[in-house]
C-alpha cells in the first residue's frame, strides 16, 4: 500500500515536470539560448570596458555582427524588437551612445537586468550569456541603422 503510494506520487511529480516543461517550450520565447561564439577571440574573465570585437576590427567585428544578429534573434528581440527596431516594449537599443560610453551602459544592463518593484522587467543575462556572445550582440545593435 505504502509503496504504492510513493509509486503514485512519484509519477505526480513526473506528471508536473512534464506539464511544467510543455507550458515553458510552448512559450519557447522565454528559454534564453545558449550562443555558439566559436571563432571569435576568446576574452579573458575579466569583462571589458569596451568592445573588444570593434577595437579589433576586420574579420572579429564581421564575425562577431553575424553571431550577434542571431543571439539578439534569440535573446533579446522579444522584447527590444525585431532587427533592434523597438517596438516599444522595451527601449530602441539602436539609440544606444556609440563607443566606450554606450558600451559601458549596455553591459550593465545586459549582465545585470533591470527589476522595478522586485520584479524583473529585464532578465539578468551574466550566468546565461558569456562576455563573447554579449559583445557580439552589442557589435549587431551597434550596427544596426538609426531611425531618420
Ligand atoms: C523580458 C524583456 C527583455 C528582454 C528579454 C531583454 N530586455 Fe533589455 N530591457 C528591457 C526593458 C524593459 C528595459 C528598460 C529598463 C529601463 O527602464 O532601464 C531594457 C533595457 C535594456 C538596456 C538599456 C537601454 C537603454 O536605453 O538604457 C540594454 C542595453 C538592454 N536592455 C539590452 C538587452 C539585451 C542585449 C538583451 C538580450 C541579451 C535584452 N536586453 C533582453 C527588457 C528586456
Known amino acids: 500500500m505504502k509503496k504504492q503510494l510513493i509509486a503514485v506520487s512519484a509519477l505526480a511529480?513526473?506528471?508536473v515536470q512534464f506539464a511544467w516543461v510543455e507550458t515553458s517550450m510552448s512559450h519557447g520565447d522565454v528559454q534564453?539560448?545558449?550562443v555558439d561564439t566559436e571563432g571569435l577571440e576568446p576574452?579573458?574573465?575579466e569583462i571589458a570596458m569596451e568592445n573588444p570585437y570593434r577595437l579589433a576590427g576586420g574579420e572579429q567585428y564581421e564575425l562577431a555582427k553575424t553571431i550577434?544578429?542571431?543571439a539578439y534573434n534569440s535573446n533579446c528581440a522579444r522584447c527590444h524588437g525585431l532587427e533592434a527596431i523597438s517596438?516599444?516594449?522595451a527601449p530602441d537599443l539602436r539609440m544606444l551612445e556609440d563607443g566606450e560610453f554606450g558600451d559601458e551602459w549596455y553591459m550593465e544592463r545586459v549582465r545585470k537586468g533591470y527589476s522595478?518593484?522586485?520584479a524583473y522587467k529585464m532578465p539578468p543575462f551574466e550566468s546565461?550569456?558569456?562576455q563573447e556572445a554579449m559583445w557580439a550582440i552589442r557589435s549587431y545593435t551597434e550596427n544596426q541603422p538609426r531611425p531618420e
Request: glycine content about 20%.
Open 43 to 45: 576574452l579573458p574573465e
Open 13 to 15: 511529480v513526473v506528471a
Open 32 to 34: 534564453p539560448q545558449a
Open 116 to 118: 522595478q518593484n522586485g
Open 128 to 130: 546565461i550569456l558569456s
Open 68 to 70: 550577434g544578429a542571431s
Open 87 to 89: 517596438g516599444g516594449i
